[in-house]
């Protein structure tokens, strides 16, 4: 009988290897069931609200970037209507300006034309007798005096057109 209680005792043996075997098995899905799967999602829950959280503010930041690039955009454009208004005005002053010289250059000889005038003519109220001597050209005599005389006076329009042109 020892060879026989021998393998009753062997077999009782591999009996309780297998109960425990079974009991840490048991153990084992025990734990899974009630420590790591509510680990695994509350894992997976927090991840969800971070990738939540990113996204949300990927989405403020992307925001207050466009907000502020179109802001940016819109003082750039006031600046420029500004600068061009402020242009033109200064356009329109510069052609004014322009024009009050060229009033006050015309305004300004037509008073003095009277002492341009006399002032032409001064040499000549100094003369008591003018003597002619004819050489025989085409113009000679009174016809030269009096051809000179209107060559001048036409001159003078030309002269004030130079000033008004200035």
């Given at each position: 009988?020892?060879?026989?209680?021998?393998?009753?005792?062997?077999?009782?043996?591999?009996?309780?290897?297998?109960?425990?075997?079974?009991?840490?098995?048991?153990?084992?899905r025990e734990l899974i069931a009630t420590v790591l799967k509510p680990a695994e999602i509350e894992r997976q829950r927090i991840e969800m609200l971070a990738n939540a959280d990113k996204q949300r503010?990927?989405?403020v930041a992307e925001g207050l970037a466009a907000s502020t690039r179109l802001q940016g955009e819109a003082e750039a454009e006031i600046i420029?209507?500004?600068?061009?208004a402020e242009a033109k005005a200064m356009n329109v002053k510069a052609e004014a300006y322009q024009e009050y010289n060229q009033a006050a250059v015309v305004d300004k000889l037509i008073t003095q034309m009277p002492e341009v005038v006399r002032a032409l003519a001064a040499p000549l109220a100094n003369v008591d007798k003018i003597t002619i001597v004819s050489t025989g050209g085409?113009?000679?005599?009174?016809?030269?005096i009096t051809g000179d005389m209107t060559a001048i006076a036409a001159q003078v329009?030309?002269?004030?057109?130079?000033?008004?042109?200035?």
């Open positions: 009988m020892t060879a026989e209680a021998v393998k009753i005792e062997q077999v009782q043996k591999e009996g309780q290897v297998k109960v425990q075997e079974a009991e840490i098995l048991r153990r084992e503010q990927i989405y420029l209507k500004k600068g061009e085409n113009e000679s005599g009174m016809n030269k329009p030309a002269l004030f057109e130079s000033f008004i042109a200035e």
